[in-house]
């Protein structure tokens, strides 16, 4: 993903065929260390296609990707056996509680 990013880089930048030594030195520069070997791939896969095209060519594919959703509502928990004792019932009411307050904000207090 870094390779791509740099490539994308000095793509957007006017650079409309990078070399290695070129994403390289982009890499360098905020310290991170190139892979040769994905390096010569993603050139090798990106040689002669423009930047825009593969951007438009992308979006268009995510576009037809399903994303999200569309989950079931819970089920509904079963009664207690008739012998069950009391003080057993309370606890797992609390735990259901706790439970219930820590999905209500997804595990993120607002004040927190």
Known sequence: MK??????LLGLG?????SASDIKSVLESVG???DDERL?????ELKGKDVNDLIAEGSAKLASVPSGGGGGGGAAGGAAAGGAAPAEEAKEEEKEEEKEESDEDMGFGLFD
């Not at 390779?3 to 994308?8: E, I, K, S, V």
């Not at 010569?40 to 090798?44: D, S, T």
Request: no cysteine; net charge negative.
């Open 3 to 8: 390779h791509l990013a740099a490539y994308l």
């Open 14 to 18: 006017g650079n409309t065929s990078p």
């Open 32 to 34: 991170i260390e190139a």
């Open 40 to 44: 010569e791939k993603l050139i090798g």
